[in-house]
Structure formats: C-alpha cells, structure tokens
Nanobody, 115 residues
Framework: QVQLVESGGGLVQPGGSLRLSCAAS????????MGWYRQAPGKQRELVAT???????NYADSVKGRFTVSRDNAKNTMFLQMDSLKPGDTANYYC?????????WGKGTLVTVSS
C-alpha cells in the first residue's frame, strides 16, 4: 500500500545541479526517518543522506557541502538538491523511508553526470 516514487533524475554536465524528489503515498502513520541511497554499476548501495523526523540531517563525506536533503511540512515528500555534480555521482538514486520499524524503498531514478 505504501509507495515511494523518485523523480528528477537525468543527464547533467559536471558542475551542474539536479534536484531529486521522493513522493510517499499510502497509509503512513508516522515517519521516523527518510534517506537517499545510491548505487553505481558494479558497486554496493551506499548511504547519501538521511533526515529524521525532527529535521536533523546526515551526509556521506563524499557529498558534504554539495548535497542538501530536505522534507516538506506535510512529511510526504523528500528532496535532494545536488550541486557541483561530479562524474563520480553517477548512479541510481533510491528513496528510503522508515515508518514504525518498517523499511520502504523506491524503485530508483538514474542520475548521469557526463560532458
């Protein structure tokens, strides 16, 4: 019943910006945390950024100062503002949500950083 749908991926040049969105739908009694993960071909999925219910955020060292995670007041949409993008940021980006101990995942959106 609960669904997470990512959007905003695409092709961008190095140094450019991109904004990802994650829309949550369905019966969600409460959200403990949401986060963004990414997975490049041949690599394991890694944490990019998380945001807890109170608004505190955490970032992977590789994206600190370049990426910003946020969530709207309705708590049904999460964003990832990506600036100063590098080719190494190329990956499928996945939305993650934890609600009362249950973990949900989106299907992912592809981000390609290339000239």
């Amino acid at each position: 019943q609960v669904q997470l749908v990512e959007s905003g991926g695409g092709l961008v040049q190095p140094g450019g910006s991109l904004r990802l969105s994650c829309a949550a739908s369905g019966s969600i009694p409460g959200i403990n945390s949401m986060g963004w993960y990414r997975q490049a071909p041949g690599k394991q999925r890694e944490l990019v950024a998380t945001i807890i219910n109170g608004g505190s955020t955490n970032y992977a060292d590789s994206v600190k100062g370049r990426f910003t995670v946020s969530r709207d007041n309705a708590k049904n949409t999460m964003f990832l503002q990506m600036d100063s993008l590098k080719p190494g940021d190329t990956a499928n980006y996945y939305c993650n949500m934890v609600s009362r101990g249950v973990v949900y995942w989106g299907k992912g959106t592809l981000v390609t950083v290339s000239s």
